[in-house]
C-alpha cells in the first residue's frame, strides 16, 4: 500500500524554526518527485514546494522563498521541508504528496498532514 | 499569476447531477485536476488531465475543459459525495502549481 506519513508539527514562536519529515512507503521514492502542500484553518489548499527525484531540483512559492527548503532523503524514504523564521500566516495544516510527472503533474497521494501552529 | 476561480459552493439533491467549475484564462489549454476534501481527511484525487479517473473513483466522477472553463461532474450524487472539491493545475508563469479556492458540494 502506498503511504506517506507526516510528522514534526507543533506549536512553535514567530521567528522560530520547525522541521517536517514525511515518511514514504509501498512505491520507490526515488522515482517521483514530491511536493509539500499546505492548508490554513478553514482556508484552501495552497502549493509550497515541489522537489526532483534526484533533489537537485527545487521551486518554491514566493511566500516561502528564503526561508524553507525541501530536501530528500531517497536511502531513507523520507521527505523534509525545514522552515525558519515562522509567521503567523504558515499556521496550516502540512501534506506531503507525490507528484505524478515533472511538468502538469497531479498530487497522489497525500498524507494525513501534521498541523503547524505559529503563535506566541 | 494564474488565478482558478471555483464557486464557493453547490447545492444539488441526492440523484441528481452535479457541476462544479473552474475557470481561468485558456483554461483548455492546460490539463486540470481534481480533489476531493471531507471534513478532517487529506485531499483525495479524482480526476486528473482533465478526465481521467483514478483507480477506484466512481464513473460517477467525470471531467471535462475547454475554453475558460472547467467542470467537474458528479453524477448520482450520493450523500457521501459531500465535501470541499479543488481544482489545480501547472502554470509556468509563476508559482507552477495553482489550486482553485474550493467548492464545498452540499447534498440536500
Known amino acids: 500500500e502506498v503511504q506517506l506519513v507526516e510528522s514534526g508539527g507543533g506549536l512553535v514562536q514567530p521567528g522560530g524554526s520547525l522541521r517536517l519529515s514525511c515518511a514514504a512507503s509501498?512505491?520507490?521514492?526515488?522515482?517521483?518527485?514530491m511536493s509539500w502542500v499546505r492548508q490554513a484553518p478553514g482556508k484552501g489548499l495552497e502549493w509550497v514546494a515541489n522537489?526532483?527525484?534526484?533533489?537537485?531540483?527545487?521551486y518554491y512559492v514566493d511566500s516561502v522563498k528564503g526561508r524553507f527548503t525541501i530536501s530528500r532523503d531517497n536511502a531513507k524514504n523520507s521527505l523534509y521541508l525545514q522552515m525558519n523564521s515562522l509567521r503567523a500566516e504558515d499556521t496550516a495544516v502540512y501534506y506531503c504528496?507525490?507528484?505524478?510527472?515533472?511538468?502538469?503533474?497531479?498530487?497522489?497521494?497525500w498524507g494525513q498532514g501534521t498541523l503547524v501552529t505559529v503563535s506566541s | 499569476s494564474y488565478v482558478l476561480t471555483q464557486p464557493p459552493s453547490v447545492s444539488v439533491a441526492p440523484g441528481q447531477t452535479a457541476r462544479i467549475t473552474c475557470g481561468g484564462n485558456?483554461?483548455?489549454?492546460?490539463?486540470v485536476h481534481w480533489y476531493q476534501q471531507k471534513p478532517g481527511q487529506a485531499p483525495v484525487l479524482v480526476v486528473y488531465?482533465?478526465?481521467d479517473r483514478p483507480s477506484g473513483i466512481p464513473e460517477r466522477f467525470s471531467g471535462s475543459n475547454s475554453g475558460n472553463t472547467a467542470t467537474l461532474t458528479i453524477s448520482r450524487v450520493e450523500a457521501g459525495d459531500e465535501a470541499d472539491y479543488y481544482c489545480?493545475?501547472?502554470?509556468?508563469?509563476?508559482?507552477?502549481?495553482?489550486f482553485g479556492g474550493g467548492t464545498k458540494l452540499t447534498v440536500l
Open positions: 522537489i526532483k527525484q534526484d533533489g537537485s531540483e527545487k
Open positions: 488531465d482533465d478526465s
Open positions: 489545480q493545475v501547472w502554470d509556468s508563469s509563476s508559482d507552477p502549481v495553482v
Open positions: 509501498g512505491f520507490t521514492f526515488s522515482s517521483y518527485w
Open positions: 485558456n483554461i483548455g489549454s492546460k490539463s
Open positions: 504528496a507525490r507528484a505524478q510527472r515533472a511538468a502538469a503533474a497531479w498530487f497522489d497521494p
